[in-house]
């Protein structure tokens, strides 16, 4: 995300790929990373969201 001036927050934990549509809330900017692959060959996530001004 080079040239983002946004300031992003981690959420706690990581995510697995049908987490998402629980944590995702419409109007924000996120950012998803990779973290891993569990043992059950899983995907893992972190999530981290835009820092807004107003929002909580």
């Given at each position: 995300?080079?040239?983002?001036?946004?300031e992003?927050e981690?959420?706690?934990?990581?995510?697995?790929?049908?987490?998402?549509?629980?944590?995702?809330?419409?109007?924000?900017?996120?950012?998803?990373?990779?973290?891993?692959?569990?043992?059950?060959?899983?995907?893992?996530?972190?999530?981290?969201?835009?820092?807004?001004?107003?929002?909580?």
């Amino acid at each position: 995300m080079d040239g983002d001036q946004d300031e992003y927050e981690k959420l706690p934990g990581y995510y697995r790929p049908w987490d998402l549509a629980q944590v995702i809330l419409a109007g924000r900017r996120y950012r998803i990373e990779d973290v891993g692959v569990l043992s059950d060959g899983g995907a893992l996530f972190a999530i981290y969201v835009a820092a807004a001004p107003g929002v909580v």
